[in-house]
T-cell receptor, first 113, second 114 residues
Framework: AQSVTQLDSQVPVFEEAPVELRCNYS??????LFWYVQYPNQGLQLLLKYLSGSTLVKGINGFEAEFNKSQTSFHLRKPSVHISDTAEYFC???????????FGPGTRLSVLP | EPEVTQTPSHQVTQMGQEVILRCVPI?????FYWYRQILGQKVEFLVSFYNNEISEKSEIFDDQFSVERPDGSNFTLKIRSTKLEDSAMYFC????????????FGQGTRLTVV
């Protein structure tokens, strides 16, 4: 069975500062990793995904994430955040057949002026 | 761009009533999912559906819940007798399946049980 941990439930950060949202996973099989964003009162939107190859993945809105197999982590980063990045961020894993997505509990990013 | 659509966007129902939440997945997708998000909490997996049958379900998905693909386009979630604790945002998702495909989510239906 797979599981996802997001260590920080809330992350406040000032505008234009860098941010890292942490994600760790556990699985007995190969997994694929995703970050989704949920803006207030909206659905889930894919930010980026890791399937294979380069461990540094770039996504939309200037976000990137790095897959670290030895540490079973997939942390999300952005070098300079904007007010509009305020949202809930969910890390997720799926098995290699894409049949089951397991979400982490989410991290609420609040960007302060 | 193709998208997953859900109707209604908001449903209010009385406790004990049956509700049906509707979803139109992306047309060439093969796997369909329902997730639930109680206000302020994590997104929880309910059920996945493939080839006209349930492929996996969580502990939340008890006998009160059922899913159906009544025709070639719709995918429905039925709650037979709603409880107050069923109040949540329900998300439908679909994926092409196969290696590394992501799930595409609808905008959700907010169910309020009163």
């Amino acid at each position: 069975a797979q599981s996802v941990t997001q260590l920080d439930s809330q992350v406040p950060v000032f505008e234009e500062a860098p941010v890292e949202l942490r994600c760790n996973y556990s699985s007995s099989v190969s997994v694929y990793l995703f970050w989704y964003v949920q803006y207030p009162n909206q659905g889930l939107q894919l930010l980026l995904k890791y399937l294979s190859g380069s461990t540094l993945v770039k996504g939309i809105n200037g976000f990137e994430a790095e897959f670290n197999k030895s540490q079973t982590s997939f942390h999300l980063r952005k070098p300079s955040v904007h007010i509009s990045d305020t949202a809930e961020y969910f890390c997720a894993v799926s098995d290699r057949y894409g049949q089951n997505f397991v979400f982490g509990p989410g991290t609420r990013l609040s960007v302060l002026p | 761009e193709p998208e997953v659509t859900q109707t209604p966007s908001h449903q209010v129902t009385q406790m004990g009533q049956e509700v049906i939440l509707r979803c139109v997945p992306i047309s060439n997708h093969l796997y369909f999912y329902w997730y639930r998000q109680i206000l302020g909490q994590k997104v929880e997996f309910l059920v996945s559906f493939y080839n006209n049958e349930i492929s996996e379900k969580s502990e939340i998905f008890d006998d009160q819940f059922s899913v159906e693909r009544p025709d070639g386009s719709n995918f429905t979630l039925k709650i037979r007798s709603t409880k107050l604790e069923d109040s949540a945002m329900y998300f439908c998702a679909s994926s092409e399946a196969g290696i590394g495909t992501e799930a595409f989510f609808g905008q959700g239906t907010r169910l309020t049980v009163v």
